[in-house]
């Protein structure tokens, strides 16, 4: 088992940048994809970013690709999420998910085998 837990989530004005973390811990980390996705009131849960376990592949919604920045610390079994130039269609609360199924992420909620309980994120005009 792989516990999640997610951190660094608040309130921002839009045009401001946030930092969300996932840290990993339990059985080992190594060779786990990672992703994060987000889920706001009354929609469904989105893709926003993942990353391969080398951190050498990466991938991005279009709605977030050129501001969300996805990146790992492997030693310190860290995830991280950065979001620059935020929009208020960005509020949401943010999920880390990990796949041992495979060293390269997917894009599907079905890809993830491990989820964090989430973090709040949000937007203001």
């Known amino acids: 088992q792989v516990q999640l837990v997610e951190s660094g989530g608040g309130l921002v004005q839009a045009g401001g940048s946030l930092r969300v973390s996932c840290a990993a811990s339990?059985?080992?980390?190594?060779?786990?994809?990672m992703g994060w996705f987000r889920q706001a009131p009354g929609k469904e849960r989105d893709f926003v970013a993942a990353?391969?376990?080398?951190?050498?592949?990466?991938y991005y919604a279009d709605s977030v690709k050129g501001r969300f920045t996805i990146s790992r610390d492997n030693a310190k079994n860290t995830v991280y999420l950065q979001m620059n130039s935020l929009k208020p269609e960005d509020t949401a609360v943010y999920y880390c998910?990990?796949?041992?199924?495979?060293?390269?992420?997917?894009?599907?909620?079905?890809?993830?085998?491990?989820w964090g309980q989430g973090t709040q994120v949000t937007v203001s005009s």
């Open positions: 998910a990990a796949t041992s199924r495979t060293a390269i992420p997917g894009t599907g909620i079905g890809d993830y085998n491990y």
């Open positions: 990353i391969s376990w080398t951190g050498a592949h990466t």
């Open positions: 339990g059985r080992t980390f190594r060779g786990y994809a």
